[in-house]
Structures are given as C-alpha cells and as structure tokens.
C-alpha cells in the first residue's frame, strides 16, 4: 500500500501521457486535437527527461509537477522576501545560509551584490574583525593531527568532516554519495550509530566509527558490547578513528527505536541485528556505568582497535557530569585523544519536539564549557575538540575555531550538498530527493556521481572561503582564532568582544584550585570520578 502510494508522484506524468495519446487518437476526429497532443507530448517528454536528468533530485522524484517548485523560487524578489522573512524562524537553516551550501555544492561562485541583508544592529548579531594586514593563504587544506601520546596510529584529518549520520536515517545512495565525496577530498564521514554498511565500505573513504548505546557492528545477541565485532570493525583501513556516542544535541538522553518494518536486509548487515524485530537504542550504554569504567572502556576500545584515536561525542547536560568524566581521565590516567561536542541546535532524523526544543546545551556554550575544563585540568593539549551544530558557512567554522575547537563536523550541510531541500520529511520515509529514506524508488532520484562530486565541491569551497576570511584576519591558519577575534551586539545591543564573553580560563586553574568567577571550579570540587551522581 505505501509502495503504491509513494507512487502518487508519478501521476501527473501518467496524466499527460495517457492525454497526450487520447488527444491523438481523437485527432482522427478534429484536427484541432493536435495542439493539445502537441501540448501533452511535450509535456511528457519534459517528465521522461526529468526521470533520467540527475542535476535534480526533486524532479526525479516528482517528474513535470516538480517543476512548479522553481517555479514559485523564481517568482518576483518581493515575494520571495515577504516568503524569506515570513518563514525565517520556522525554519533550521535560513534560505541564505542554505543557497551558499548549493552554490558552493555546484562549484558556482557565492556572490551577492548590493550588500548584507543581515539586520547588523539585532541583537546576536556577531562579526569577524579584519586586519589592515591581510595574509594571502594560498593552500586551504586545513588539518589536524588527533592523537595523544596512547594513541599509535595518529590521524591527520581535515578540519572539516561530515558529522555521524546513520545508514538507516540516510538512504544507501545518500551514503555511498557522501562517502565517495569524503575520499575524493581527502575528508572524513562519522558513521552514526547505525554501523558500518556495504555503501560506506563501497565509497572508499575516511570512516569515524561510532559506537553507540545499541552497540550497532559490535553487539552480542543480548544487545550488549561484543569486542570480537568490535574488533573486526575496527580494523577496517577505512577505519580511521573510534567514537563512543554519549548523546547528540537534537536528542540528548533520548534513545530510539528503528520500527522491524523499517529494517532492510541491509540494514540488519549494517547493525548486526536479526530482521523482523524492532531494533532498540537505549538512552545509555550498558557497558559503562561510572566515569571511572567509562575511562577504562574507553582504553579497552583503543586496545582493541590496535592505538586508533578514541573518543567520545556528547551534548553537554549536567556540567558537573562532564567533569565528573574528566576527573577519571586524571584519576586513570586514560585519556580520550578528542571529544565531539555537540550543540543543541544540532540535527536528527526523528526526535520528540520537546527534546529537539528545550533538553541539551547550545554549541557556544557547550564548547565554550568543555575547552576551559580541559585547560582546568591541564589535559587541553593532549585532547582534540570537535564541534557540530549548524556549523554551515565558513564564518561558522572560524568561530566555533575561536572559541577552542580545533575541527568542526556538519551533518545537516553536507545533506543540503547531496540534495537535501530540508522538506523535513526526513522521519516519514517520504524524502521528496531520496536523501533520508529507504524508499528504492525514492533514493533512485539521488545520482551518485553527480552528489559525490557535490560533496567534495562542498568541502574545498568552504575550506578555500574559510582561507579568505582567515586571512583577511591577518592570519596564516583558522587554528589561530581566537575569541577577540569576533565581536558580537548583546541583548542591550551594546557590542562586546569574543573574549570577554568566552575568555579562555588559565591552563591547570581547576587542579591549582584557582577561582574563575564562572563557576567553574564550585562545580569541580562537586564532581568526582567513582560516580556521576552528585557528592551528597
Ligand atoms: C539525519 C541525521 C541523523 C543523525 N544521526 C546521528 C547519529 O547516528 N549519531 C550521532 O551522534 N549524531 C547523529 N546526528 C547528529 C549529527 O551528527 C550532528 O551532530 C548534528 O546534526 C549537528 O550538526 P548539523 O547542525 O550540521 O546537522 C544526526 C543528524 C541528522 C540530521
């Protein structure tokens, strides 16, 4: 029934062929008939060709009627202002914010003329300052090194990868599009918590493991963590890096179901699950149950998987809890080589409206939080950070540098480059361009080689304007933002400078006991390492 359903799409086309013919036979009749013939012919050639064209996913999927949606983008630019302001909060990303996604995507220039439609004088406005020195930086492949001194197989990765999204929530071609991109510009793809897949393995590039709390390609019958699937995952070439799954900002605390209906041979493979029975994602691991055991699982991943760098991804909740974590890594000894942080703004394929809404802090803050705990407790420098939540543009990516990451991730801006139009359909299988479903049919309208080479379009624009905006700073690398950097129009619409909203605390102020007028070290000296629940 949904199959024939999800085949309404096709009706229009089938409309104007079977007039078209009608019209034809009728000119036996009147000579008339052949203009509307003509008409319907052309028509159904225009929809034959939107089957077989791949520049456009929607027109693959919805042939001739699909058309009506350029259409109404290309009406008058007041209406598309009055649409622009009218829908500007209802949306995730802003129509600018996503038109530079697509123009950098297609390898068309980004540029706009008569100015800023930016309303610079609202509060939350924020800037980049530039320098009466600017640098001309020539190479834009921007990295880092992850990996501690546990750590034997260092990874050299770009600064900018695509954030965990399983196969399960993204469609099989979604996937192989993604990953494909990922090896042509040498970058890498989080897998998500669904597991490793054929189409990951089929693209060929950079993996980011991730391990989650339903233990997907590394799980015993029970459903717990099984190190001998583990292992066989992790030593994958592709396999570049491992991360545990604490939660992500979208849903933090939140598990989640995959319905048996919706699991696919392959994704059973995937997960390592038997098909016919609904796939379960606890809210929290089973394997762990204190920050001290977290530390050691975290070294028994890093064994196994013979010194890949591990870590972990999370949404900052209890801050306490956090440093309740780092206060085992000092106590252990055991040391991540990065942590994710995530930012509450961040994305899903399916969360409950309130979680996505009110539970789990924003990146600013959350990443603000974590860099200045890690310089606390004098372990910054062995720990690499990453940040994700809406991390689209290059201004994005310097500012989430500023405030102490050292890469970014980005889920939803890599899904608007291989096609993604943010129908937000992505939790009903009903993805009008074949992006977050696993539809057949569906996911036929995403072209793979056309997608993979928007990927990696993606990537090396984005890197080439985060070179220009780097160095009209006066800077030689986007790893020496920091947070004076930027300046930001406060609520009172004063403006202040980065740093004395998100000043970097001193290295070692949490161990030397040092009071820091944020709240930090009252919080610390409430933390301890043999439990996360709070010292009575
Ligand atoms: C469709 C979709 C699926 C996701 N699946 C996962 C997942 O399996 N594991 C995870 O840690 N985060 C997952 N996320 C969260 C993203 O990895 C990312 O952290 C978050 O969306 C912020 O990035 P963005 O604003 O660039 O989308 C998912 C996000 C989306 C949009």
Same mark, same amino acid.
């Given at each position: 029934?949904?199959?024939?359903?999800?085949?309404?799409?096709?009706?229009?086309?089938?409309?104007?062929?079977?007039?078209?013919?009608?019209?034809?036979?009728?000119?036996?009749? $009147?000579?008339?008939?052949?203009?509307?013939?003509?008409? @319907?012919?052309?028509?159904?050639?225009?929809?034959?060709?939107?089957?077989?064209? $791949?520049?456009?996913?929607?027109?693959?999927?919805?042939?001739?009627?699909?058309?009506?949606?350029?259409?109404?983008?290309?009406?008058?630019?007041?209406?598309?202002?009055?649409?622009?302001?009218?829908?500007?909060?209802?949306?995730?990303?802003?129509?600018?914010?996503?038109?530079?996604?697509?123009?950098?995507?297609?390898?068309?220039?980004?540029?706009?003329?008569?100015?800023?439609?930016?309303?610079?004088?609202?509060?939350?406005?924020?800037?980049?300052?530039?320098?009466?020195?600017?640098?001309?930086?020539?190479?834009?492949?921007?990295?880092?090194?992850?990996?501690?001194?546990?750590?034997?197989? =260092?990874?050299?990765?770009?600064?900018?990868?695509?954030?965990?999204?399983?196969?399960?929530?993204?469609?099989?071609?979604?996937?192989?599009?993604?990953?494909?991109?990922?090896?042509?510009?040498? @970058?890498?793809?989080?897998?998500?918590?669904?597991?490793?897949?054929?189409?990951?393995?089929?693209?060929?590039?950079?993996?980011?493991?991730?391990?989650?709390?339903?233990?997907?390609?590394?799980?015993?019958?029970?459903?717990?963590?099984?190190?001998?699937? @583990?292992?066989?995952?992790?030593?994958?070439?592709?396999?570049?890096?491992?991360?545990?799954?604490?939660?992500?900002?979208?849903?933090?605390?939140?598990?989640?179901?995959? #319905?048996?209906?919706?699991?696919?041979?392959?994704?059973?493979?995937?997960?390592?699950? *038997? %098909? &016919?029975?609904?796939?379960?994602? #606890?809210?929290?691991?089973?394997?762990?149950?204190?920050?001290?055991?977290?530390?050691?699982?975290?070294?028994?991943?890093?064994?196994?998987?013979?010194?890949? #760098?591990?870590?972990?991804?999370?949404?900052?909740?209890?801050?306490?809890?956090?440093?309740?974590?780092?206060?085992?890594?000092?106590?252990?000894?055991?040391?991540?080589?990065?942590?994710?942080?995530?930012?509450?703004?961040?994305?899903?394929? +399916?969360?409950?409206?309130?979680?996505?809404?009110?539970?789990? %802090?924003?990146?600013?803050?959350?990443?603000?939080?974590?860099?200045?705990?890690?310089?606390?407790?004098?372990?910054?420098?062995?720990?690499?950070?990453? +940040?994700?939540?809406?991390?689209?543009?290059? @201004?994005?990516?310097?500012?989430?540098?500023?405030?102490?990451?050292?890469?970014?991730?980005?889920?939803?801006?890599?899904?608007? +480059?291989? &096609?993604?139009?943010?129908?937000?359909?992505?939790?009903?299988?009903?993805? *009008?361009?074949?992006?977050?479903?696993?539809?057949?049919?569906?996911?036929?309208?995403?072209?793979?080689?056309?997608?993979?080479?928007?990927?990696?379009?993606?990537?090396?624009?984005?890197?080439?304007?985060?070179?220009?905006?780097?160095?009209?700073?006066?800077?030689?690398?986007?790893?020496?933002?920091?947070?004076?950097?930027?300046?930001?129009?406060?609520?009172?619409?004063?403006?202040?400078?980065?740093?004395?909203?998100?000043?970097?605390?001193?290295?070692?102020?949490?161990?030397?006991?040092? *009071?820091?007028?944020?709240?930090?070290?009252?919080?610390?000296?409430? +933390?301890?390492?043999? $439990?996360?629940? =709070?010292?009575?």
């Amino acid at each position: 029934m949904e199959q024939i359903k999800s085949m309404d799409r096709y009706g229009v086309l089938a409309v104007v062929a079977i007039a078209a013919l009608a019209s034809l036979v009728a000119t036996a009749w $009147s000579g008339w008939m052949l203009v509307p013939a003509a008409a @319907f012919a052309a028509l159904t050639l225009l929809g034959l060709h939107d089957l077989w064209q $791949s520049g456009h996913s929607i027109l693959r999927n919805y042939p001739v009627i699909g058309h009506m949606r350029f259409l109404f983008e290309g009406v008058r630019p007041e209406i598309r202002q009055y649409l622009i302001e009218s829908d500007q909060d209802e949306e995730p990303f802003s129509r600018d914010a996503r038109s530079i996604v697509y123009q950098r995507a297609k390898g068309v220039e980004d540029k706009r003329p008569f100015g800023t439609r930016k309303r610079v004088y609202d509060a939350g406005y924020a800037w980049l300052t530039h320098s009466m020195q600017p640098v001309h930086i020539t190479d834009t492949d921007f990295r880092t090194t992850i990996g501690g001194p546990d750590c034997t197989q =260092p990874y050299d990765a770009s600064i900018y990868n695509i954030s965990a999204m399983s196969f399960g929530a993204l469609s099989g071609n979604a996937i192989l599009a993604l990953n494909t991109g990922a090896r042509m510009g040498g @970058f890498a793809q989080d897998t998500g918590e669904g597991g490793i897949s054929r189409y990951h393995r089929q693209g060929g590039g950079d993996l980011i493991y991730q391990v989650g709390t339903g233990y997907f390609g590394c799980r015993a019958p029970d459903g717990s963590f099984c190190p001998d699937k @583990f292992v066989e995952s992790a030593m994958l070439d592709q396999v570049r890096m491992i991360e545990l799954k604490l939660s992500q900002g979208a849903k933090p605390g939140h598990g989640g179901i995959l #319905p048996a209906s919706k699991i696919s041979p392959e994704i059973a493979e995937a997960r390592g699950v *038997p %098909m &016919g029975e609904d796939c379960n994602s #606890p809210p929290g691991h089973s394997a762990f149950g204190t920050p001290l055991e977290m530390m050691h699982f975290l070294g028994r991943l890093r064994e196994l998987s013979q010194g890949k #760098p591990v870590g972990f991804k999370l949404c900052i909740g209890h801050r306490r809890e956090f440093m309740c974590m780092v206060k085992a890594m000092l106590e252990t000894g055991i040391v991540p080589d990065f942590i994710v942080v995530d930012g509450k703004e961040g994305g899903t394929g +399916a969360a409950p409206l309130e979680f996505a809404n009110h539970v789990g %802090m924003p990146l600013v803050e959350g990443l603000t939080f974590v860099h200045n705990t890690m310089r606390g407790a004098g372990l910054r420098d062995r720990v690499r950070i990453g +940040a994700a939540g809406k991390l689209i543009t290059a @201004f994005d990516i310097a500012r989430a540098l500023a405030l102490g990451a050292d890469w970014a991730n980005s889920a939803r801006g890599y899904m608007f +480059a291989i &096609g993604c139009i943010q129908g937000q359909a992505c939790h009903t299988n009903r993805c *009008p361009v074949g992006v977050a479903t696993q539809d057949k049919l569906r996911q036929r309208a995403l072209n793979v080689p056309d997608k993979s080479q928007r990927v990696a379009n993606f990537h090396r624009n984005t890197m080439r304007a985060l070179g220009e905006m780097t160095g009209a700073a006066g800077l030689s690398d986007p790893g020496k933002f920091l947070p004076r950097h930027f300046m930001m129009r406060q609520k009172d619409e004063a403006m202040v400078s980065g740093d004395d909203v998100f000043p970097y605390l001193p290295d070692g102020f949490l161990i030397a006991g040092e *009071p820091d007028g944020f709240g930090y070290l009252d919080r610390w000296n409430r +933390a301890r390492a043999a $439990s996360f629940s =709070p010292i009575d």
